[in-house]
């Protein structure tokens, strides 16, 4: 697996938008956001555009401005505007060829999972399940959201998760793991299921997260997972942000679910952990070597 080359003051970020669009006045402000952190900002040109109301443009466009992107010398660094409905859609268009020759820092989160999937698994690309450009960094660009971000694209040899103040690590099932992350946005991962892009649990620790999901739907969503074989190949599962996700009894949530569709596996689970659709929004690198140990209520990722 590449990790990709860091980022400093100058370098230029590549705006893409393969989901969703957003306004022309959010763009201006996504721009200036990027400009006073000191980089220079290359713009693709569907980023306001629309089609069907949801989507950034036509498939192709946005798989176009991706390709171009990563092809493009000048570009250092890929971060998504945001993420939001039809990223899937892109997948048949992307140029796998050129992507495994200029591997860049690419980030994103939520619809941009099936990105970290592909790239991940076919690229041999380590990507960043991290803040998105308008979602985060424009009006929610805490300290710990940016410091996070920052030290997982520009880490040396290992990048350790650190719990954001009173969000302490939680421990669901005791264990040591050790494999490449994988995961993201559990409903993505799901639609990956019989595609070419396929999560690849084998031998890996999955990651989790959702946003504004009925207990009921999250629970259809991971015994699909268990059922298709992919939660008992896994080596460990670490359960990140459900935000705005709703139960019908207190006592029963996306924890509880995960232990049930684990029970009888020896792996570690844990929880709790700030990545995702709230915020802090912690930066997990996707594909990199991860260490779980509830032991030392600890994740440790290996850059090298």
Known sequence: MIYPKKINAGAVIGLVSPSSAISEERLHACYKVLKSMGFSVKLSDNICADKGGYMAGDERV?????????????????????????????IPYLDLDVIRANPKI?????????????????????????????????????????????????????YAYVPPAGFDIKTLRPGVAEGPITGGNLTVICTSIGTPYEVDTKGKILFLEDLDAHIGNLD?????????????????????????????REDYDINQVVLDATEGLDIPVMSNIQSGHGFPM???????????????????????
């Open 62 to 90: 946005r798989a176009a401005w991706i390709n171009r992107m990563f092809a493009d010398p000048e570009v250092d660094a890929i971060f998504c505007v945001r993420g939001g409905d039809g990223g899937n859609r892109v």
């Open 282 to 304: 912690i930066t997990i690198p996707m594909g990199a070597t991860c260490r779980m140990d509830t032991y030392a209520s600890n994740i440790l990722f290996y850059t090298k």
């Open 106 to 158: 690419f980030v994103g989160y939520s619809d941009i999972t099936s990105f970290h999937l592909l790239f991940n698994q076919q690229c041999d690309l380590i990507t960043f399940h991290g803040p998105m450009v308008s979602s985060n960094l424009v009006d929610h660009c805490d300290p710990e959201t940016k410091l996070a971000l920052f030290s997982c694209l520009n880490a040396d040899d290992t």
């Open 220 to 248: 259809r969503m991971v015994y699909q997972l268990k059922n298709a074989g992919l939660i008992d190949q896994a080596k460990g599962i670490i359960i990140g942000q459900f935000t705005d996700c709703r139960n019908d």
